[in-house]
Every structure is written in structure tokens, then in C-alpha cells.
């Protein structure tokens, strides 16, 4: 991974090829031919020596090139960078650092610009723990080199083993940059240092669904639930119900305790609701969110409109235990009116091993697939203990 990493980085040496790929035609079919007209251009051993590195590099293994090759290089132009390239990318791949170290500052030393020796001697830095040196060198990769930014993002998230890393991660974030939101998420997701995540979400709220997923796909979902109801304000803990944001208004919360929508098939209205669409075809699902209800019976109540055809494919509510997976609920909408209906079903959480529910919208395919069409305009449930 690193070594096709740090490959493309100097990928552009490469390109700069495709120019001398006539000399190439001509020494494939006449190898003396460059020593022939070498005199027309004092450059040409340089140029074809170059090529040939190039072309000596092994399509399975494109680190490996050939020592003489690199050599000869090196001799003919010795502030090329290019002979360094394979041996930089071998020492970062197999984390020899010493290999590492030298190389990268001498390829820095004829070439101050080289990102492939920038972003090694990074590597060099967070293994090191040197956080300040490693935002030095990483903060202006994932500026100038946007299609590798993740995995500079990677390497800053790698901070986070220490405490001067957490503090420099905290000191740059707290400058907003366009990418702090992806560098929020990773840590989000791999961190357990929880006054540190709290600090981050200051200043990304957004976050914070990544690290309650987190909790949520190890097992963890007393925690996960009990961390979102703490992110929410003291106002959203008034709108708490079972769903969370029933109206689908947009409010702020994390998920999986809040709507988890497939954006292929759903979206949020203006106002309020949730539109879907439906091709009638598999059994995608639309959207879903984890409630966590008492022991005991319940109705769910689902206030929809829209259009579904006959066999051409249709809606579904279930509600099932998120654990177990046991079905509590199967509620199909098979028809719908242009205006507002309500569709109705009771069931009952069991008294053990159902402490978390799914309550999950998905599409039925039909025998004849059409599009179906919904607008979602509630959901509640509502316990029926004691009526």
C-alpha cells in the first residue's frame, strides 16, 4: 500500500517519458542508434539512461529497478532525484528508518519540493512522536496534493497515540481548515480517548455520529446511546421521543439514534418529511434508526402519501430487536393516497434480549417493477401499557 502510495507521488518523474518515447522506438530497432546521434544532442546518454530506469522497473513490482541503471544515473546526473525514488519507496514500505532518514533528506536536499520524500520524512516524524515536525510536513501535502489527502490524513490521525500529538491534532483543527472534517471523522472512529473526542466535537460537531457509530458497531450501544442523549442540547433532550425527530425536520443528533438515510432511494423535504423512491426492484434499505423502548406493548403509527402500483414493488416498516434480530413488527404499505393516511401496527418488546430496536423502512420488490413514490410524514410509537 505504501509503496504504490509514494509511487504515485512521483509519478509525475513518469510522465515527463512519454516525450522521449521516440528515442525509444528508435533503440529498440537499432540499439546503436543513440550513440550515433548522441553528437546532434549533448543530452541524449543522460535522457536514454533515464528511460531505461524507467523502463527497467517491473510491472508486478514497481519498486524494484536496477541497481546499475540507478547508478549510472547517479553518476551522469548526480542531482536527479529519480535514481532515489525506488530506494525511498523500499525503505518507507519495510518502515527501515534509518534508510528512511537518509534518503529522504538527501532527495529533499536536490529537491526541496519532492512530496514523496515530504511525506516520508512525516512518517519518520509520527513514528517518532515529533507531532509539531509531522503537521509541519503533512498540513501542506493534503493542500497541495488533494487526491492523496486521505492518506495524509491517516498518518495525522496516527498522532493521536500521544499527548503532545492530541494537543498539536486539537492546536491545528482549532484553525478550521477545509479538511478538518475528515480528520474528525478517522479519529472519531479509532480514538477511545473520550475528553479528547469531547473537545474535538467542539469544534466539528459532526463528529460526533462518527464516533457513536463507532460505539454502536462494537457491541457498545448502552454507551453509544448514553453519548448521544450527552451531545444533544438541553432543548433536544425535550424533543427526545421514540423515534428521534419523528417529523424528519433535520434535527441534530447522532446516528444510529437518529435517521440513517439511504440517499439513493430517500431525502429530507423542505419542512419537514421524508420523500422516497422506490424502483420496485431487490430490497434496498430506505431508512432506518436504533430506539431503545421499555419491556411491554407498543403501536407504531406511520402517516404517509404517495403512489404504489400493483406488483410493481411496495414499502415496508418492520421493527426488530437489534441484537437478536428477532422480528417484532411487519407493517407493508402496499397502497397509498395522494393525501395524508395513517397505517397502523401494535407489537410488544420482550421482557430480556431485546434492549436496543431497529425500526427500519425498506422496499418490497414487485413482480412487475415500478417506481413507487412516498412522502413520510410521522412516525411514532406509543406504549399501550395500561390501556
Not at 509525475?12 to 553528437?39: H, N, Y
Not at 519532492?114 to 501542506?140: C, I, K, W, Y
Not at 498518518?155 to 479538511?179: I, N, V
Not at 407489537?347 to 415500478?370: I, M
Request: proline content about 5%; charged content about 20%.
Amino acid at each position: 500500500m505504501i509503496r504504490a502510495i509514494l509511487l504515485l507521488l512521483f509519478l509525475p518523474f513518469f510522465l515527463a517519458s512519454l516525450a522521449l518515447s521516440g528515442l525509444r522506438i528508435v533503440t529498440l530497432s537499432e540499439p546503436d542508434a543513440v550513440s550515433r546521434i548522441a553528437w546532434i544532442d549533448p543530452d541524449m546518454d543522460l535522457r536514454a539512461h533515464r528511460q531505461l530506469l524507467r523502463d527497467t522497473i517491473d510491472p508486478e513490482l514497481p519498486y524494484l529497478v536496477s541497481p546499475r541503471h540507478q547508478k549510472h544515473l547517479a553518476r551522469l546526473s548526480p542531482l536527479d532525484t529519480l535514481p532515489y525514488m525506488p530506494l525511498l519507496i523500499g525503505a518507507s514500505a519495510d518502515r527501515d528508518l534509518e534508510a528512511m532518514q537518509v534518503l529522504s533528506e538527501h532527495v529533499l536536499r536536490l529537491d526541496p519540493r519532492n512530496r514523496a520524500a515530504r511525506f516520508v520524512s512525516a512518517q519518520l516524524a509520527v513514528t517518532r512522536g515529533q507531532s509539531d515536525e509531522a503537521m509541519a510536513a503533512l498540513v501542506p501535502l493534503v493542500t497541495l496534493d488533494r487526491s492523496n489527502a486521505q492518506i495524509y490524513i491517516q498518518e495525522m490521525a496516527a498522532l493521536a497515540a500521544t499527548a503532545d500529538g492530541r494537543e498539536t491534532l486539537l492546536a491545528t483543527l482549532s484553525k478550521a481548515p477545509g479538511w478538518g472534517g475528515s480528520l474528525v471523522r478517522q479519529l472519531a472512529a479509532t480514538s477511545t480517548d473520550t475528553d479528547f473526542l469531547f473537545r474535538l466535537f467542539e469544534l466539528y460537531p459532526e463528529g460526533q455520529s462518527s464516533f457513536v457509530q463507532a460505539l454502536a458497531r462494537r457491541g457498545e450501544l448502552e454507551r453509544a446511546h448514553l453519548t448521544f442523549l450527552n451531545f444533544l442540547s438541553a432543548d433536544q433532550i425535550q424533543q427526545v421521543s421514540a423515534p428521534f425527530d419523528g417529523q424528519f425536520q433535520g434535527l441534530a443528533g447522532a446516528q444510529p439514534f437518529n435517521w440513517v438515510i439511504n440517499k439513493s432511494y430517500a431525502g429530507f423535504e423542505n419542512g419537514g418529511g421524508l420523500f422516497a423512491s422506490f424502483f420496485g426492484q431487490g430490497r434496498p434499505m430506505i431508512a432506518e434508526q436504533l430506539v431503545r423502548l421499555s419491556p411491554g406493548p407498543y403501536r407504531a403509527r406511520f402517516v404517509m402519501s404517495g403512489q404504489v402500483f400493483q406488483n410493481g414493488g411496495h414499502f415496508a416498516w418492520t421493527i426488530g430487536c437489534t441484537r437478536s434480530g428477532e422480528t417484532l413488527l411487519t407493517r407493508p404499505i402496499v397502497e397509498l393516497l395522494s393525501s395524508n393516511t395513517e397505517y397502523d401496527a401494535g407489537f410488544t418488546v420482550p421482557d430480556s434480549g431485546c434492549r436496543f430496536q431497529t425500526l427500519r423502512l425498506t422496499g418490497v420488490a414487485g413482480a412487475f417493477p415500478r417506481t413507487s413514490r412516498a412522502i413520510i410524514t410521522s412516525v411514532e410509537i406509543t406504549s399501550e401499557r395500561g390501556s
